[in-house]
């Protein structure tokens, strides 16, 4: 019997509009069981304990292997565009082109800023930088970069006491950094200043992280952080599937449904629909989620989908 088993993690079906279907994808998801789960796509594919979502703690240990006893958040570099009425987030990570020249310009003019509140800040990897505190430490919980990204950045901003403290922290990293050289250096390479922190994904390493595949093929450095947390093969996405896949496959930044039948679809369905792969499993990042066994290809009285938006299924000719 087939054990192999693949998870397609989607975008929000919105995503692709009004986009149609192929055959194969249009029926197939119709006979599919369906269910909402709800909650964060990523997160549901691990058990973290203790409960939480810690990704500064459990990148850094995957970068540098020293998270264990201090608690841990991501101050990463980001370019924010100033507005009439507040600022955008509108650049992070490898969108910023971030090299080790701009880390070694940039964090001495932070790092005594910080230091003077007994915080250390460093940076492992260009586009990932560490505030590390003790363990017991008070912190915020603040957006991801991909929830905050092209948002108003002061709605994304924490409240209260606590929160004023950050927010001043922010400012003043704002200031130096406005001011920095290296800003002018990098315009005159064509590239975007590096002219804010973002404060995210606090937390203290978790004594335990399991996940139910295999495998799992993702760009996105959380993901993969997480998987090898949970001890199991991580690595970047292949261009298209293969026949030994198996596993999860991050297809979040897909837009095309053409590009996803030709390149995943098709030949994954076929394997699918001979009993070659046990399972095939969908999720959406709005929540929705379609589980398909090799026997749900004789539910002939579902009628195709058409796409996501009008699910209204085509009439049997």
């Keep these: ?22 055959e194969s994808a249009g029926r197939w998801f119709a006979r599919a069981d369906r269910s909402d789960p709800g909650g964060e796509l990523v997160q549901r594919q691990f058990d973290v304990l203790p409960r939480g979502w810690p990704v500064a703690a459990v990148t850094r240990q995957r970068d540098a292997g020293d998270a264990a006893g201090s608690a841990w958040m991501r101050a990463d570099p980001v370019y924010i565009q100033p507005e009439i009425n507040g600022a955008r987030l509108m650049a992070h990570g490898d969108a910023l082109s971030l ?40 912190l915020p919980a ?12 002061f709605e994304q901003l924490p409240d209260g006491p ?3 403290r950050w927010r001043a922290l922010l400012s003043e990293a704002q200031v130096i950094l406005h001011n920095h050289p290296r800003n002018a250096e990098r315009a005159a390479l064509g590239l975007a200043p590096v002219n804010s922190l973002w404060f995210w994904g606090a937390g203290t390493l978790p004594d335990h992280v399991r996940t139910v595949h295999a495998r799992i093929a993702s760009d996105d450095d959380t993901l993969t952080a997480f998987a090898t947390a949970a001890g199991v093969p991580a690595g970047p996405l292949p261009a298209r599937w293969t026949e030994d896949g198996e596993g999860l496959f991050d297809l979040r930044h897909l837009r095309d449904l053409a590009v996803f039948d030709r390149d995943w679809w098709q030949p994954l369905s076929v394997q699918l629909g001979s009993g070659g792969i046990a399972s095939v499993i969908v999720e959406f990042a709005d929540g929705h989620r379609l589980d398909m066994l090799p026997r749900h290809r004789w539910r002939f009285w579902r009628r195709p989908m058409r796409s996501f938006v009008n699910p209204a299924p085509e009439s049997v000719q």
């Design 99 to 138: 090299s080790e020249a701009d880390t070694a310009a940039f964090l001495p003019a932070l790092k005594p800023y910080f230091g003077d509140g007994g915080t250390l800040l460093d940076a492992p990897v260009p586009s990932r930088w560490y505030l590390q505190m003790r363990a017991g430490a008070k």
């Design 162 to 164: 606590d929160g004023r």
């Design 142 to 153: 603040m957006a991801s970069l991909d929830n905050a990204l092209g948002a108003d950045l």
């Design 1 to 22: 019997m087939a054990r192999r088993a693949v998870t397609l993690l989607m975008p929000a079906r919105s995503r692709f509009g009004g986009q149609r279907l192929s």
